[in-house]
């Protein structure tokens, strides 16, 4: 192994690879020294970085699945590979899908808040009264690994699933106009660019839930803002925003929002799972093997 590895967040786990750098300095500067880089989804890795690391750098390794914050076609032109971390995020994923729905459904956010506040004074018969999941239809958006995993789950509440890929709007509409609840789980490409925006909202039943734990710009952030606030759909759950990490004033004050901080993996087993996963990445690519997660094969080449 060759080559200085930059890592662009102290991470507490042992990275197990030598020559390795935090980064403190702009990332186009450690792209000029580094062999590697593992990276953040918050860290934007675009076409003057890559450009910048096109005679040093031989790979981005990104501890996400997603690598909407990576210049993919710009790395691919320079040469140097990216790669993500699937499969190790897909069960706490779907957890924490389900969570949100239940939190919203069920109305736990507002019900802790009432006790909390001393608002629990006697049983009442009207008090937050929720929508029950069996015999319901949970429409998801995106039939990949986490959307599968969120489809199962759903069988122990006896609910209908149906599953959309990225297709044509009019199809995803009707989709949408079937739907109790709504779970989100496609990746962030200009396609699915506010996929669900005032036309899509206004197509769902007034009383439907819907679930965004992808990426926040698959969502036109107003739009839904504007459909909660007139009752439009019943609810929503949040754990990803269209301008992360700033969130709506307008949305926030929304009773009928569960709002997260974007902890969809946030487990200690998943976290580690992904720095590890990122690290073989790195370790086989300096090496001049094939990494295991290669987003895009067209650059590999092994080392001469």
């Known amino acids: 192994m060759s080559g200085r590895i930059t890592v662009t967040y102290p991470f507490r786990d042992p990275l197990d690879l030598p020559r390795v750098t935090i980064l403190k300095g702009p990332l186009r500067e450690a792209a000029r020294r580094s062999a590697a880089l593992i990276t953040l989804l918050t ?30 076609a710009a790395a691919t032109r320079c040469g140097i590979m990216v790669s993500n971390t699937p499969d190790v995020l897909t069960d706490a994923t779907a957890d924490l899908t389900w969570a949100l729905l239940l939190a919203v459904a069920r109305k736990i956010v507002a019900g802790d808040a009432l006790v909390r506040r001393g608002g629990f004074t006697r049983w009442n018969f009207d008090l937050l009264r929720g929508v029950e999941l069996r015999g319901k239809t949970l429409g998801i958006i995106g039939p990949g690994r986490i959307g599968r995993a969120v489809g199962r789950r759903a069988r122990g509440f006896g609910m209908i699933v149906t599953y959309r890929s990225r297709s044509s709007r009019d199809s995803l509409r009707a989709f949408l106009e079937a739907s109790d609840f709504i779970s989100i789980h496609c990746p962030l490409t200009p396609a699915t660019r506010h996929l669900i925006g005032a036309a899509e909202l206004i197509r769902m039943k007034p009383a439907a839930i819907l679930i965004n734990t992808a990426r926040g710009p698959i969502v036109d952030e107003r739009a839904l803002i504007e459909a909660l606030r007139r009752g439009r759909i019943a609810g929503a759950g949040l754990d990803v925003y269209e301008r992360e990490p700033r969130v709506p004033a307008a949305l926030k004050r929304l009773k009928n929002v569960v709002l997260l901080p974007h902890i969809g993996s946030a487990t200690v087993e998943t976290r580690r799972c992904m720095l590890k996963t990122a690290v073989t990445n790195v370790k086989a690519a300096l090496r001049g093997n094939r990494p295991p997660n290669l987003v895009n094969p067209e650059t590999w080449r092994p080392l001469q």
């Open 43 to 72: 860290d934007r890795v675009d076409a003057s970085v890559l450009e910048a690391g096109r005679s040093t750098l031989r790979i981005v390794a990104n501890v996400a699945v997603g690598v909407d914050n990576i210049d993919v």
